[in-house]
């Protein structure tokens, strides 16, 4: 459940007038419906980019084809036996991306080991059209061009279309693998005139 605190905060930015809250988050659909339950009129997008709620909606599209996905299980497997030398680690499964989350093992020896699953997915799935991204937390496997970049891209699109120019834009990431979404966003801020003023940040 999200803190008081933050569910107040959110609450507070959606209802301002002329604003659009997005959620941009690796849950999965179910998961993020449930946390975001009663903001009927924010952007929710699950798994990275794969589904999107559009305000108002009741429920999420597909923007991805994800019906074969033939390198996850190879994933699954080294994963896996970084899991079980990892005390705390899990590995968490989407539609079509998988994760290897080190947020509850020790710091120190998490950190190290996932450097080392990143280089080691990075040369085994070499032949497949896929994206390994390291965070803070978690290492992750996603088809390429499968993230929060082109959710964001759509809105700006949709929003633009049906009520005109964006005076302003902030983003907000907690995760190093967003570092596409921050450099899209930049890019758009300099090189678009349908969106005044931007700011990026990463907490």
């Not at 074969?68 to 030398?85: G, I, K, N, V």
């Not at 937390?137 to 700006?156: K, Q």
Request: aromatic letters at 6%; charged letters at 20%.
């Amino acid at each position: 459940r999200l803190m008081p605190e933050v569910q107040e905060c959110l609450l507070s930015i959606s209802t301002q007038p002329d604003t659009q809250l997005v959620i941009l988050s690796s849950l999965r659909c179910h998961e993020l419906y449930d946390l975001m339950q009663g903001f009927h009129d924010v952007a929710l997008s699950a798994e990275n980019g794969l589904y999107l709620r559009w305000p108002g909606a009741t429920s999420f599209e597909t923007l991805h084809e994800s019906s074969f996905l033939p390198w996850m299980e190879a994933a699954h497997d080294l994963m896996q036996s970084y899991a079980e030398r990892t005390d705390g680690s899990i590995i968490e499964k989407g539609s079509s991306s998988i994760a290897w989350n080190f947020g509850k093992a020790d710091p120190e020896f998490g950190l190290m080991q996932g450097k080392e699953l990143q280089n080691h997915l990075s040369v085994l799935l070499q032949p497949f059209d896929v994206e390994v991204h390291r965070g803070s937390m978690r290492v992750s496997v996603r088809p390429e061009g499968l993230n929060s970049a082109h959710v964001v891209n759509r809105l700006i699109s949709r929003h633009t279309t049906m009520r005109g120019d964006l005076h302003m834009m902030l983003c907000i990431v907690d995760d190093r693998s967003e570092a596409a979404l921050i450099h899209e966003i930049d890019d758009r801020g300099r090189q678009s005139h349908s969106i005044g003023s931007v700011f990026t940040a990463t907490v």
